[in-house]
DNA sequence: ATGAAAGCGCTAACAA
DNA sequence: TTGTTAGCGCTTTCAT
């Protein structure tokens, strides 16, 4: 740091600065005691043009409205005075944020992080932030954050297979886009479950499995009935009874899914091979037989969903998805609400990625 | 406060234009019965009170200044419009937007998420929600999106183990608090990863392991440099010198992990013991194990930190922290600051969570 | 190509 | 206890 004092009291009116070539450093850093907020008026003063031209070019609509040279000099004069609009102000004259929520029942999965990335690249590219609520399956009650943000600050929301709120779903509100989920009306993305669940039966069957028994998420949701369909459905065309099969339900705590796995395993009527709804539920079913001295796959075979890293760690068969599309592809779909663009719903495709646990 | 006049010869004194000047209304459709937007003075109208009246109760301000008969009508009236308060106009004037960031190098790592969790509690039960900015490890760039917010939006900042940027740095900015991290003049939360690791290395002693070799965390960070510290202090202690063990380094993807984990080992130097950054890591090498036909605890013993659920789903013996705790703290000493009171930098516990990947 | 003026919806001094 | 008034910092017609 050079001990050179920056200039304080200079007269904001000062007409050598605006056309001068070379012009101070900013009034950054300890030389200056008070550091005032800095505002467009001030940057404008500074750049000796109206308030009108530094929006204009600070927002990007300044070509062919304001000439280049006014342009830089708004622009010179923001960065020497450390200019950073304020987005509250922003938003209140504009009705417009540039953030969007993304509310999902639990940040602590790992799909979901993934899913986020997704949205949230794709959000940055596009000038928005996300915003994150986590609605702890619903714990929040109804007057939950997502709605007490939805005025201002929010423009849009992005439901990760959580429900919409009545206040939300009235015309008139914020638009919504739902992440795996459907519900009449309402844009959605989701994975194909269904091709999914298809690949990892028939890969089941060609392995020589008849009997299947099934791990479901104890969360529910619309993703899980389609997995859960697509097996019974497959268990049915066999002649054989879904009900009769041994299945069992576990939320997504490890300790929950190895309890479960373990009484699964233990039942008398085992079968030879499991689906589950997701793959930390999987993988408890891998830790509960390992516990239980079976052999994964010769005594029984276990196929998850989503393709988790503790996937690749247990060697777990699964069906894999990519959350970052799905992610990027909801925010997406809500970007174009926003523009006035009829949003077109997407399906993801899913791929079988064939590990050790089902005999690799 | 400070005078600064903007227009002059405003007709402030003249009530008459104040009540017929022309009315920019823009004319939108046709029949107004419209779901127009219900402000706070459409609460104060149905109510038959002032605006300021509404702004009381509705913020929780009336006691001791609104009668409770009036407060009710207020309250009614706001119900019975569906009025919603608008989040910019109120961060705009007040000053303050009730919204904190959690700034995080990468969401999708299991402890960050439980961390979320927890600042997002306590955050609500103090009226606030929490902004979630991903970082990506510092891909972002410079101008990140946690700069953008600072303005207006965001009344401070909590950092999960990522650098505060520059801007933000600076005297008159917003506040921010670290987690995991120390920087000087800059409060923080952090784990005692010094005992935990302690407790590791010693428990690791008495099962009879003299030479432990090490899976670092290649994003780096203050936490990693304590555990690593630790061990090789320990190492220091016994004679053997850290840079003669087997020693690797590997992001947080299991792939990575697996990968490193084959290669350490598969060293003809290999020790009969681990000790691994975080549990993603440690399960990274128990895969490795595994597919190398090497069992554990009897061929190589592994510790890990931070009991993920993939601890319990690979009986892995580790140091557990609690990251619900870590994020509600974090959240409490930001508060304090945004309160003014001076807050209290937060050291919490270890605990040795002792599971099969050590003996048991 | 640029500027003046008018608010967005709310809160907070200050009056009454 | 309640109302009046003046903006917060920005964008946006509408003039020029």
Redesign the interface.
């Known amino acids: 740091m050079t001990g050179r004092r920056a200039s304080v009291g200079r007269a904001w009116c000062d007409p050598v600065i605006a056309s001068n070539a070379r012009q101070p450093r900013p009034v950054?850093?300890a030389a200056s005691a008070r550091?005032r907020k800095v505002t467009s008026?001030d940057v404008a003063k500074r750049a000796g043009v109206s308030q009108t031209t530094v929006s204009l070019v600070l927002s990007g609509k300044a070509p062919g409205r304001v000439s280049e040279s006014t342009a830089d000099a708004v622009r010179t004069a923001a960065k020497e005075l450390?200019y950073?609009?304020?987005?509250?102000?922003?938003?209140?004259r504009s009705g417009t944020?540039s953030?969007v929520g993304l509310v999902v029942r639990d940040?602590?999965?790992?799909f979901?992080?993934?899913t986020?990335?997704g949205a949230?690249q794709a959000a940055?590219e596009a000038g928005h932030?996300?915003?994150?609520?986590?609605d702890?399956y619903g714990t929040?009650g109804r007057e939950s954050?997502a709605?007490?943000?939805?005025?201002?600050?929010i423009d849009g929301f992005l439901f990760f297979a959580a429900k919409v709120p009545r206040?939300l779903r009235?015309?008139?509100s914020r638009p919504v886009v739902i992440v795996e989920y459907e519900q009449p009306r309402i844009p959605f993305v989701r994975l194909d479950s269904e091709t999914g669940a298809d690949a990892a039966l028939a890969h089941l069957a060609q392995r020589g499995h008849r009997e299947i028994g099934y791990l479901r998420s104890k969360a529910g949701g619309q993703t899980f009935e389609r997995r859960h369909g697509r097996w019974a459905a497959h268990l049915d065309r066999l002649g054989i009874n879904p009900d009769d099969m041994v299945i069992g339900e576990a939320d997504f705590?490890?300790?929950a899914a190895?309890a479960e796995g373990r009484r699964l395993l233990q039942d008398p009527r085992r079968p030879s091979a499991f689906l589950a709804d997701d793959d930390?539920l999987a993988?408890?079913l891998?830790?509960a037989a390992?516990q239980l001295g079976l052999r994964v796959p010769e005594d029984v075979a276990v196929v998850g969903f989503d393709d988790l890293?503790?996937a690749?760690?247990?060697?777990l068969t699964t069906v894999r998805f990519d959350p970052e599309a799905l992610g990027a592809a909801a925010f997406g779909l809500l970007h174009d609400r926003l523009q006035g663009k009829r949003p077109k719903n997407v399906v993801l495709p899913s791929e079988l990625v064939i590990r050790g646990s089902t005999g690799g």
């Open positions: 950054s850093g550091s008026v450390g950073r609009p304020n987005a509250a102000a922003r938003a209140l944020a953030a940040v602590t999965h790992p979901f992080g993934r986020l990335r949230q940055r932030v996300v915003v994150l609520i986590d702890n929040e954050s709605v007490a943000l939805a005025e201002g600050t206040p009235e015309p008139g705590a490890a300790e190895i930390l993988s408890g891998i830790a390992r890293d503790v690749r760690l247990l060697d």
